[in-house]
């Protein structure tokens, strides 16, 4: 049975890399016919949207009210208790004779090795070497490392461990290719990777079947780092009075506000992608993806899943606010063809002052303090809400994959060994003395902390931003992880040097409006909206979603172009059905629907 499906997983792979490649050398042919001109008169009176407005903003609070309560995972549940184990003191005692595993690995330009050193042998290499007596030998390192793992899974070649995606990870579990780590896990990890991964139950349970663990989530940086905001630029904010954007018709009054004062051609940029529409679909109450990320998929209030795409009231009701703000010129007219490059600089040349984004942006816009001066930066708001409703932001299934394993390897406890190491070097050291920052540096450094393949885990950011934060605030310099006081150092270089470098940083976490400190806020007060696919995509969905979307985008650019009234989305969600969208959703249904 085992060799039938290892037949079938190879088949699906190579097809898989077949439509990769023709999607690769069509894709940017596909996203230039799809986007309409702008030069089209509005389709819709304003007194036709402003009916529409309301009749969508009523169907919107229902729905999310029946959504939000269904669409979170158990995030109170325990690990798994077959890996219930509070940690090895003792992980880092060193192995008697030298032991070798084999491994796999990524290459990248952003890797920038010491002279002499590679992918093979570095400092990371060396550690493990001198410090565990473990030596890794690098089978093979690929620059598109995913298609060629596809390949070794197919012919089943693996090395004794790798990383994976979330896909890959369920092909290998049904094909019986990855080893039991329970017991490695539960003899091996040290207190602190118990302890980082306590934190993460739901994420950490997925790597569990019939009760066994076959594989180390990698993690992610938090929750906490996905809720988008809008950004508005400090000293404009400042000289307009500072007035509340709690709601939409606040937000578009600041938008007239800047354009008038600051004489400026629109209010706000956009890109053929759509990005800011996506980014603050979450003011409407819509949630028709994280962001600009993954899917989300909600609660249809029936009992099954459907898409955020077809949250059709709430789409609509954010589809009547940009189309009227197209119309009336608060929109740049010819985004259609921009790229996100060109909405960065409309920010740093001061052409606008205001933009859709994530919790990261304020590392994209830093020249704009170059150019106008330290107060000219853009700070993160929460986003508007189109009834004064509070806003629940989408989270999705972000786990950056698994270390796994290749079944009938030995010595798999090598693996949580160097994982544990990972976080020790990264998240430990300096506070527990073992290292100090400038032995630290070089392991995190020109990128050498992505250089450890399957030895790697992330680190949430929340426990560190509170810390953060808290210092900040009260003057102290008090730290339980290397990570938190990384980044204050590092936040504390713009507060008493107006240091430009660090000005990212202190976006994200400086202050008590920064974008991570507000996201915590969003965690404490439970205004997180969870997908419903809590776990790998489905193999429709990663064939035909990319499909899929583009007819969602080349839509919804129409009606913000005023090239087709509001009502147009119906159609749009018909065709979406159709092509594909049905058949996408019956799939998440049957895999994480109600059984």
């Not at 092909?171 to 091996?188: F, H, R, S, V």
């Not at 940086?221 to 809008?230: L, T």
């Not at 976006?507 to 007060?525: H, I, K, T």
Request: with cysteine.
């Amino acid at each position: 049975m085992k060799k039938n499906l290892l037949t079938s997983i190879a088949a699906a792979i190579l097809a898989a890399i077949a439509i990769a490649a023709l999607s690769a050398c069509g894709g940017n042919a596909a996203n230039t016919a799809a986007q309409p001109t702008a030069q089209t008169k509005a389709a819709t009176t304003a007194a036709a949207a402003t009916a529409a407005s309301a009749a969508t903003t009523a169907a919107a609070v229902a729905t999310v009210s029946a959504t939000t309560a269904a669409a979170t995972p158990d995030t109170n549940v325990a690990i798994n208790n077959a890996a219930a184990t509070t940690g090895n003191p003792n992980w880092n005692t060193p192995y008697t004779d030298t032991v070798t595993v084999t491994i796999a690995n990524d290459e990248s330009p952003s890797f920038m090795f010491a002279p002499g050193e590679s992918i093979t042998d570095n400092l990371w290499t060396r550690r493990w070497k001198q410090t565990y007596n473990v030596e890794v030998k690098t089978l093979w390192t690929s620059s598109d490392y995913a298609t060629k793992l596809n390949l070794a899974i197919a012919s089943q070649d693996l090395p004794d461990m790798f990383r994976c995606d979330n896909v890959q990870f369920q092909q290998i579990l049904q094909a019986g290719l990855a080893e039991d780590l329970t017991d490695a896990y539960n003899k091996m990890a040290s207190p602190g990777i118990v302890s980082i991964m306590s934190k993460d139950p739901e994420m950490v349970n997925t790597a569990f079947s019939d009760g066994r663990m076959y594989g180390m989530p990698r993690l992610h940086y938090g929750y906490e780092c996905q809720p988008n905001y809008v950004w508005v630029r400090k000293d404009w904010y400042e000289q307009a009075g500072k007035p509340e954007i709690k709601t939409v018709d606040q937000f578009e009054a600041l938008m007239r506000t800047f354009k008038q004062q600051h004489n400026t051609a629109y209010a706000i940029s956009c890109d053929k992608y759509l990005e800011p529409f996506f980014y603050m679909a979450a003011g409407f109450h819509a949630y028709p993806r994280d962001g600009y990320g993954p899917r989300m998929w909600v609660d249809d209030g029936n009992g099954g899943i459907m898409s955020g795409y077809e949250m059709i009231p709430q789409m609509k009701s954010e589809l009547t606010a940009w189309a009227k703000w197209y119309k009336d010129g608060l929109v740049r007219p010819d985004f259609t063809d921009l790229e996100n490059s060109d909405m960065v600089a409309d920010i740093v040349s001061g052409k606008t002052g205001l933009d859709g984004g994530p919790q990261w942006d304020g590392w994209a816009w830093t020249d704009v303090v170059k150019n106008f001066g330290n107060e000219a930066y853009l700070e993160p708001h929460d986003l508007p809400s189109i009834d004064g409703q509070t806003v629940m932001y989408p989270i999705s299934f972000i786990n950056d994959g698994y270390n796994v394993v290749r079944k009938g390897a030995k010595n798999a406890d090598i693996l949580i060994k160097l994982i544990d190491d990972y976080a020790y070097v990264l998240n430990e050291a300096t506070i527990t003395g073992g290292m100090t920052s400038e032995q630290v540096l070089p392991f995190t450094s020109n990128n050498m902390h992505h250089t450890t393949g399957p030895f790697k885990i992330l680190f949430r950011s929340y426990d560190d931003v509170k810390q953060v934060i808290d210092n900040v605030d009260n003057n102290k310099h008090n730290f339980s992880t290397g990570y938190s006081r990384s980044y204050y150092d590092e936040l504390m270089k713009w507060i008493t040097n107006k240091d430009i470098t660090s000005l990212g940083r202190y976006v994200q976490m400086g202050f008590d409006g920064a974008s991570l400190v507000r996201a915590v806020g969003y965690e404490d007060n439970g205004q997180y909206l969870f997908t419903k696919n809590w776990g790998a995509p489905t193999q429709e969905e990663s064939d035909n979603g990319s499909i899929l979307d583009d007819i969602i985008n080349e839509g919804v650019t129409q009606i913000i172009t005023n090239q087709q009234p509001v009502d147009y989305y119906d159609t749009i969600i018909e065709n979406w059905r159709s092509a594909g969208g049905d058949a996408m959703k019956q799939a998440v249904n049957a895999k994480y629907g109600k059984k």
